[in-house]
């Protein structure tokens, strides 16, 4: 139960993705390998490990396969997103019936359930932090309430059912009926529904935290509370009563848990909500998800989101299950199936991960995967009995989510491939000037693309259709690594594009799916400094590496990219002077990696051992005996036309981007691009809005992706 938390699945696959060549999505860069928090382990890789290991990298159709089950599990979190909520706040309202006529109940339970829903995903917005300092006492209050409960009604009713824990009775049980009783195990999956919840909340709390809390009071007040009311229907098995936990309540503080139950229900609808915004975030971060605004609820607790669209349509479905379903059993099965689905997937990616990234035998692996999966395929088997009573909700938008985030996933990989084949040269690049008609305008301009090297498609066709582009050129790449987090000091990669007198960079800013994304205004000011940073660094390196014979000097990397350089935290010395420090810690370290020409380059080149450097400056007035030398100079110059260009203000270039199946195509391709990723585009936040840039600097490029 440990990794079936809120983005679990994405979490698995990442890791699997650090240590094997299986992402669909081929940006993957050797300098992303020197992340801190890449953290692959060094163990010794073992012949029978590896060879699982090129056997799936050769097949790009276990790539797609492995993929197709990763979304599989995280559409069916979220779709336990959409069910938990119901099911929650239902069965705890529910418990009225036993204060009330048939015909009241029947007509108070579902408007009121409704209201507490309503109300729920009305306040997401606040974010959990708000009224978070309630949810611990509640919760406390409801375990010790049901303990309490269980100890009594055990007491009371059959101290003897304590021995109902021995598994004999199960085998017993299971012997003596059978078909019945295999089919009646998909019955009782709400038993352990939600607890793939509690690990929603790992953006709060640690592991440790989680398991000492769940091994020492949730387990041990769920067993009391379970073995109550074992006990109150071990003597009134003959009950015409279908709600028996509120039945085994005494009458005289059926009130007081009522109540308790309910603002229970509440705080365990809360973390499963907020697991399906984290999920729903990392997948977007992958691109495979439709772009959609996060909020970021609390500036001191990372991990705490909100998103708008996400949390209205959670809201609608909800309501629509509550009033479609009307009763805890149909709800509890259509529950119970995605729980034991999103089991069964975690347990397959956990055996990939036990040969791929703990580089254990394959046969540890298959034992693992037959103890565990054997006994989570028992239960889901059995929940697919329950198909025509409630489990095909969660296996209906599972596909319907798997849709979506599949063909969009599949039309960015696409994007990517025609960006990549159809870049242009550096060398037209440093063609462009006034013999060509093609002006140089005060200011920075910011070109997005997805591409890592080259020149992308949409600034040729922007130069092409307005003969002009700012006199500080940059080419900006975000893009996210499979790692949780990605520390700031290590975000910027930093790089020239062509000579130091044509003034164009490349960046590419890198985030972990967790990561929390820069706002325009701090990420504009941010990358200027980076860009600073790096024309120091350059310049200095290039000043202490020009007595070697090895050593390209400015004026001939014409025809080539430089290297790029991680650009850290730097501390400003406030002097006119730099100084140059070796081995230093990596919070402020620049590393030089060769340069990428193609996709094969991006994940088969190797660093450059370079020497590790800090790099501490100012930008101020130079006197008289700091700009000596011709490099001085031209360092000057250089950092003046970028505050110059930066005071001209910024531009960011997007590509405004249609995308069509090429012809002869099948019928599903076109499908799925001409009609489904299009809607999708047309209905959700455009790359403008995601970035947060204002309209007034926005200049988008009209491009048609014939994929």
Same mark, same amino acid.
């Given at each position: ?22 992402s ?6 050797v ?21 699982v ?57 579902i ?13 997401q ?45 199960m085998?017993?049980f ?5 078909k ?5 195990l ?23 935290? %989680?398991?000492?809390?769940? #091994?020492?009071?949730?387990?041990? !007040?769920?067993? &009391? =509370?379970? $073995? ?86 959670l ?7 509550? %009033?479609g379903?009307?009763? #805890?059993?149909?709800?509890?099965? !259509?529950?119970? &199936? =995605?729980? $034991?689905?999103?089991?069964?997937v ?13 580089h ?9 995967l ?29 596909l ?31 063609a ?37 582009f ?7 790449c ?13 975000r ?28 325009v ?11 600073a ?12 590496s020009?007595?070697?014979?090895e ?13 790029l ?11 006119p ?43 101020d ?45 099948s ?41």
């Amino acid at each position: 139960m440990v990794l079936i938390f809120a983005g679990g699945t994405f979490a698995l696959y990442s890791l699997i993705c650090r240590h094997a060549r299986v992402s669909l999505l081929p940006n993957r860069q050797v300098a992303d390998e020197a992340l801190s928090t890449y953290k692959l382990e060094h163990h010794p890789e073992k012949k029978s490990s590896s060879g699982v290991k090129l056997y799936l990298e050769k097949h790009k159709v276990l790539h797609t396969a492995l993929l197709i089950l990763v979304l599989l599990g995280t559409c069916m979190v979220i779709g336990d997103g959409v069910l938990t909520p119901a099911i929650s706040v239902f069965s705890a309202v529910s418990g009225l019936e036993l204060s009330m006529s048939k015909e009241h109940h029947q007509y108070a339970v579902i408007p009121i359930t409704c209201f507490i829903l309503v109300c729920l995903f009305a306040l997401q917005h606040y974010g959990t932090h708000r009224v978070g300092f309630f949810f611990a006492p509640i919760v406390l209050t409801w375990l010790l309430c049901i303990s309490s409960l269980g100890i009594y009604n055990i007491i009371y009713w059959n101290p003897h059912v304590y021995q109902a824990l021995s598994p004999y009775y199960m085998f017993k049980f299971l012997k003596k009926t059978r078909k019945g009783g295999w089919m009646s195990l998909g019955g009782i999956l709400l038993c352990i529904t939600g607890s793939e919840a509690m690990f929603a909340d790992l953006g709060h709390f640690s592991y440790s935290a %989680i398991r000492t809390a769940f #091994t020492f009071l949730v387990y041990p !007040a769920l067993i &009391l =509370a379970y $073995m109550g009311q074992a006990a109150y229907l071990s003597q009134h098995h003959h009950t015409s009563y279908q709600i028996s936990f509120y039945v085994s309540v005494p009458e005289s503080v059926r009130w007081p848990v009522l109540i308790i139950a309910i603002l229970a229900s509440v705080v365990g609808s809360q973390a499963i909500i907020s697991g399906t915004f984290s999920i729903i975030n990392q997948s977007q971060s992958l691109s495979c998800f439709p772009r959609v605004k996060v909020i970021h609820t609390s500036d001191k607790i990372h991990g705490q989101i909100y998103i708008p669209e996400i949390n209205w349509v959670l809201m609608i479905l909800c309501i629509a299950v509550t %009033i479609g379903f009307r009763d #805890t059993k149909h709800m509890g099965n !259509a529950s119970g &199936l =995605a729980v $034991m689905t999103v089991m069964l997937v975690t347990t397959c990616l956990t055996s990939l991960v036990i040969i791929l990234c703990w580089h254990k035998p394959p046969i540890v692996a298959l034992f693992f995967l037959l103890f565990f999966g054997s006994i989570e395929l028992l239960y889901f088997s059995a929940s697919l009995t329950k198909f025509t009573e409630g489990a095909w909700l969660p296996i209906l938008l599972a596909l319907f989510l798997m849709t979506i985030m599949f063909v969009w996933h599949y039309a960015t990989i696409k994007k990517y491939e025609f960006d990549l084949h159809n870049k242009v040269s550096l060398e037209w690049l440093l063609a462009l000037g006034p013999s060509l008609g093609i002006a140089r305008v005060p200011g920075i301009g910011l070109v997005f693309t997805d591409l890592t090297s080259g020149i992308p498609a949409n600034f040729s066709r922007f130069v092409t259709n307005l003969p002009a582009f700012h006199r500080v050129l940059v080419f900006v790449c975000v893009k996210s690594v499979p790692v949780p987090f990605v520390p700031p000091a290590e975000r910027y990669l930093v790089g020239r594009v062509g000579p130091a007198a044509h003034r164009s960079y490349r960046c590419i800013v890198r985030y972990g799916y967790r990561d929390v994304h820069q706002d325009v205004d701090s990420f504009e000011s941010e990358l200027v400094s980076k860009l600073a940073d790096f024309i120091h660094y350059d310049w200095h390196r290039s000043q202490h590496s020009s007595h070697s014979e090895e050593d390209v000097s400015h004026s001939n990397e014409s025809t080539s990219e430089c290297r790029l350089a991680v650009i850290g935290t730097v501390a400003f010395s406030g002097t006119p002077a730099y100084e140059i420090e070796e081995s230093v810690q990596p919070a402020s370290v620049s590393i030089g990696f060769s340069t990428v020409e193609s996709v094969t380059d991006v994940i088969e080149m190797e660093p450059v051992h370079a020497v590790e450097r800090r790099v501490r400056f100012a930008i101020d007035d130079y006197s008289e005996s700091d700009v000596r030398t011709n490099m001085e100079l031209q360092l000057r110059e250089e950092l003046q036309d970028l505050l110059a260009a930066q005071e001209a203000g910024t531009a960011f270039i997007l590509g405004h981007s249609h995308v069509r199946a090429k012809q002869g195509s099948s019928v599903f391709k076109r499908l799925a691009i001409n009609f489904g990723y299009n809607f999708l585009r047309r209905n959700c936040r455009g790359p403008d809005v995601a970035l947060k840039v204002p309209p007034v600097s926005l200049l988008e490029v009209g491009m048609v992706y014939v994929v």
